[in-house]
C-alpha cells in the first residue's frame, strides 16, 4: 500500500507508462538533448497557458531555479541592483536573486493574502518606504505563493510606472488564473517549475521560462545553452540548464490530463472546506480576479493555537507542516550577508499563523476526513478561539 500522503511516488505510479514511452522514444530516436520532446513540450506548454497580450515563448530549463535566474538575466539585472520580491516565498525565490549577485529588497503582504503588495511596492520603488541596498531597482517578483495569483494588473502598472520589470514566480501556481488568463502570461517574463512535488510534476528536475516580452525572446533562448548562437558560436552570457529530454516527453504526456488533476486538487479543497468550515480556521479558497491551483492548503489560525496545534498534531502523527516557518528576511544567511533587515509586519503576522495540510489529487475523501476529524478535536481541546469567525472556502482567506 502507498503512503496516501506521498504525491510523487502517487503519480509515478499512475503516469509510469509515460515514463516507458519516454524511454523507448529516447532508444528509437537517439536524441537525448535539447531534441523533439523539448521543441513540442515547450509548444505544447505556450498553447496550454493560452493567450496573453504578447507572443509568448516558452524556454524549457532544467528546474525553477535556473528559470528565475534566466529570467533576471533577460530583464538585465546584474551585479549590484536590486530586485523586490516577498519575503514569504521558497527560498529559492531569493537564491536566485543572490547568483547574480543581486540585492534582495523584501516588499511586504498584501493584508490578509499570501503576496506580496502593490502599495508597499510602490512605496519602496518611490522611496517612502526605507530599503537596503543602493544599486537601481531592476526587477520585481511576484510569487503566486499556494497557487493563489498576485494582484497582477496593479503590479504590472506600478513596475511599467517605474520602468522595471515584472517576473511571476509560478513555481506553485501553474494552472492558476487571474481574471481567468493563466499565471505566466502576465508579466514580462515568468519561471516554472516541474519539481516531482509541484502541480505539473517531472519524474525528476525541470522548469520552464516563459518570455513574454518578444524583443527578449532569441536572447533568454541562447541563455541556457552557454550562449551559442546557432552556429554553436557563444554571442552573449548563458549558462547550461536544458531540460532533458526524457523529462520533456513525460512533461508533454502528462499536459492532457493537468486541468484534471487541477481539479482534482480543488475537489480535495472542497472536501476540507466541508470538514473544516465551522472550525475556528481561516480557509484558502478563490477570491473575485483569481482561481485557485492548490499547490498547497494553508489554512490560518491564531498564533497562540498554531503552536499548540502543531506539536501536538504531529505527536499524534498527523501530516502537518509549515509553509513556512522563517520569511526570507529572517533567515541566517541573508542577515549575515545584508544585515538585519527591516521589519514586514503582515508577513510575521502570517508566518505565525499558518499551518499546511496535505493536499494533492490523489487524497480521497476518506484521507482528508482522517486529517480534519483529529484537527477538529484539537482545536476544539482548547475551548473557542475567539481570533477567527467560520469562513467559506470561497471567501478570501
Ligand atoms: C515559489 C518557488 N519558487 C521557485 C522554486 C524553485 O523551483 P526548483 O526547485 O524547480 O528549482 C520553488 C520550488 O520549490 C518554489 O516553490
Redesign the pocket.
Known sequence: MSDPFNFPQQDLLRHAHLISDAVDRLCRSGQLILGEGVRQFEVAFATWLGAGTQPRQVIGVA??????ELALRAAGVGPGDRVLLPSH??Y??A??ILRLEACPVFVDLEPGRPVLSATHLDQLLSGSETSPGQGPFRAAIA???YGEACDLVPLLAVCERHGIALIE?C??ACGTLYRQRAVGTWGHFA?F???P??NLAACG???ALVVNRPDRIEAARRSRFYGWDDDRRAVQFGVNSRLDELQAWVLLGKLASLGEQIEQRRQVADWYAGQLGACLLRLPGDGADWRHSY?LYVVRLDPSERERVLVEGKRRGLPLALHYALGCHQTPYLIERFGPQPPLPETERRLAEILTLPLHPYLDLASVCSVAEPLRDLLAEAGAAPWAAPVSSQQVA
Not at 528546474?63 to 528565475?68: F, I, R, V, Y
Open positions: 528546474n525553477g531555479t535556473d528559470a528565475l516565498t521558497a529559492a525565490t537564491a536566485a510569487v503566486h505563493l514566480d513555481a506553485q519561471a517549475s516541474f519539481y512535488t509541484k528536475d525541470g522548469g499547490h
